[in-house]
């Protein structure tokens, strides 16, 4: 902890490594403490546990704790997993907020061990995002938004939302005496932020994660001119790409597997982060151009239902100009020569426009295989959860989209509501088997084996749109892929960019920005950043020291 009166960061988590980013900035000055990000450290995680051996949550934190997950430090965890790790007393909160850039799992995936009382600053995509994890998900660890208590039973245990302030882009905020400005960068998943905090020692920024190749460039431009304005004193900047070469953009990618799909004489299988908006909306655009459906999973639905449904359609939408003739619009300054080229149409995920037309939700079978034969609806709905229920029988239409009704009903905790389904909203394996010219259907390592369902005819695709394997984990994964394409003959066709800015592009950023001093984070080769002490900008490599307790921090 900084005993100092000078402002420090102390880095828990993103040092030395991609991701698990968990910073500590003090200002004594200010009387502020501030976490920014509260993130999982997949190379720790990876280390000592796996799919099948799991932390035990009825221990509490001491697994967390004792294996260099999340470091030991009083009045910051919640208070049913301190007590069921043998500790009597509950410290009383020692920090002010936790500011969050986005929500990967690297940023936010050890935020469910926090107290709930912990103010969290967001911005509302991100905070949607965080719903539909914890909303859809198993229940292990995703206290995103809801802190429900554990160990006793359901009719005892205390449920809490987490005090949560939206931040929209461009905006600044206080906590306490320190004024924070909010921006928006592009990345690979909707919501993400850079923050500019205003401490005692001048403009500290914080730049999460970004890049410039996205479909909304424009985005982290905007912050990185910001940012060079106000000359700031530090820059803790993301590093994941500084020994690689930028890579094709967005607009590339979606241009590639466009091509791919209309090579492609039946079915399209495609596999890409299962979060990743961006590529969502390239296969949309992919499919669509093609004549074709894109099927979705109901948890990628359940994402844009909810985006829908809060107004937050900017985040998914294109705005590219066509001149004509094939011609578009050159992505970046930066781009010139370079044959990329934008979307000349703006996509808007408005559900019930494309839902039942352009997009599709796949429902594979579960428990009784019931979706599968000529159950009624009630019957399909027993075997999935009630959030999936939802995507099975609710209404999405209105005055101007009449659709055919089968009705069913849903019991609330407060009502019982009356659904109904659109036609053709979602599909089953055997309407896609046999209509294999008019879908691509996303089928990651999760669902490769719906497969044997779909039954791929000779001439189908598999569209691997993900980044190349780069630990022992990610071979195994992709060698499943391999196996399963051999099996159905399936050639693999690859197409993806990162959602990091890479290399000599890194460089010049951080030259623009022009801070004092540069604190690499986020990466595996901080040392790579030592040219840009070459510019007049002293570097300094974060402690990356285990246990994370002996951390020392930076002082500015």
């Known amino acids: 902890m900084n005993q100092t009166k000078n402002v420090s960061t102390t880095h828990y988590g993103g040092a030395g490594v991609i991701g698990g980013n968990k910073i500590l900035l003090e200002d004594p000055v200010k009387k502020v ?36 997950i999340i470091p030991k430090i009083q009045g910051l965890y919640r208070p049913d997993f301190v007590a069921k790790s043998g500790h009597k007393e509950t410290h009383p909160l020692k920090f002010d907020a936790v500011v969050e850039s986005h929500a990967h799992f690297d940023h936010i995936g050890c935020k469910s061990h926090l107290r709930p009382d912990m103010q969290i600053f967001t911005s509302p995509e991100s905070y949607l995002v965080q719903r539909a994890l914890q909303e859809s998900g198993t229940g292990r660890f995703e206290d995103f938004i809801m802190y429900r208590e554990y160990y006793k039973k359901p009719s005892d245990r205390e449920e809490m939302l987490r005090p949560t302030t939206p931040v929209e882009n461009m905006t600044t905020f206080k906590i306490k005496n320190m004024t924070i400005e909010a921006w928006r960068v592009d990345h690979s998943l909707p919501g993400a932020m850079a923050y500019i905090f205003h401490t005692s020692k001048g403009p500290v920024v914080y730049t999460g994660d970004f890049r410039l190749h996205g479909h909304h460039k424009e985005w982290t431009q905007t912050f990185i001119k910001r940012v060079a304005e106000l000359k700031p004193y530090a820059v803790i900047g993301e590093g994941t790409n500084i020994n690689e070469t930028r890579g094709i953009t967005e607009n590339q990618v979606c241009e590639r597997i466009t091509n791919a799909v209309k090579k492609t ?17 390239s296969f949309y655009r992919a ?29 998914l939408t294109i705005n590219g100009k066509y001149l004509g003739h094939g011609k578009y619009e050159p992505v ?51 075997d999935y959860p009630g959030w999936q229920r939802e995507i099975l029988a609710e209404n999405l239409a209105d005055e101007s989209h009449p659709i055919p009704l089968d009705t069913t009903y849903r019991k609330k905790k407060d009502s019982k509501e009356k659904f109904s389904v659109r ?68 050639p693999i066709i690859k197409a993806h960019c990162s959602g990091h800015v890479g290399g000599s592009q890194a460089i010049r950023v951080y030259t623009e920005m022009a801070p004092k001093i540069f604190i690499p984070i986020h990466t595996e080769h901080p040392d790579s950043f030592k040219k840009l002490e070459n510019k007049g900008i002293k570097v300094i490599i974060p402690n990356s020291q285990y246990p994370l307790e002996a951390r020392q921090p930076i002082i500015f």
């Open 33 to 68: 403490r501030i976490w920014l990000d509260y993130g999982l450290d997949f190379n720790r995680q990876g280390k000592f546990f796996s799919e099948f051996t799991q932390p035990r949550k009825s221990a509490g934190m001491t697994d967390l704790i004792r294996m260099g």
């Open 265 to 281: 004489k039946n079915l399209a299988i495609a596999n890409w982060p299962v979060r990743d908006m961006d590529r969502l909306i």
């Open 287 to 315: 499919a669509k151009e093609n004549g074709r459906k894109l099927a979705i999973t109901p948890k990628q639905f359940y994402i844009l239902k909810l985006f829908w449904e809060n107004h937050r359609d900017e985040a």
């Open 332 to 382: 970046s300054p930066i781009n010139k020569g370079v044959d990329a080229r934008e979307i000349k149409t703006q996509y808007s995920p408005k559900l019930d426009d494309v839902l039942g037309k352009d997009i599709v939700v796949f429902i594979p079978r579960k428990k009784n295989g019931s979706i599968m034969d000529d159950s009624t609806l009630e019957e399909k709905m027993k």
């Open 423 to 490: 036609a053709n909203m979602w599909v089953n394996a055997d309407t896609i088997r046999n209509n294999q010219k008019d879908y691509v259907i996303f089928l990651d390592n999760f669902s490769i084996q719906e497969m044997i369902d779909l039954r791929p005819k000779k001439g189908s695709t598999y569209i691997y749109s993900k980044t190349e394997p780069f630990d022992a984990e990610m071979e195994l994964d992709y060698d499943k892929v391999e196996a399963w394409c051999k099996e159905f003959e399936l």
